[in-house]
Nanobody
């Protein structure tokens, strides 16, 4: 019954910003870890950032200082504020959520950064 739905992807110029959102719906009241992964063409999926239920975060070195993850536990929603975007940020971004033994993935939203 759990479903993750991403929104906010699109086309942006280098140096611009985008804000991604991911809402978890279904029977789950509150997820544990939530986060974002991305997959660029021809490359494997990589971790971008995660946030724990209590708010602790981690970031990949490639996005540190540019991306900010946040969450609203009441809404089971996670956000990704992406600033100073670079062409190498171009990828399909996937929302991730964990609830105890179960992992959930969104269908992905495409982010394209033009130079």
């Amino acid at each position: 019954q759990v479903q993750l739905v991403e929104s906010g992807g699109g086309l942006v110029q280098a140096g611009g910003s985008l804000r991604l959102s991911c809402a978890a719906s279904g029977s789950i009241f509150s997820m544990n870890t939530m986060g974002w992964y991305r997959q660029a063409p021809g490359k494997q999926r990589e971790l971008v950032t995660t946030i724990l239920r209590g708010g602790s975060t981690n970031y990949a070195d490639s996005v540190k200082g540019r991306f900010t993850i946040s969450r609203d536990n009441a809404k089971n929603t996670v956000y990704l504020q992406m600033n100073s975007l670079k062409p190498e940020d171009t990828a399909v971004y996937y929302c991730y959520a964990n609830h105890y033994y179960s992992d959930y993935w969104g269908p992905g939203t495409r982010v394209t950064v033009s130079s």
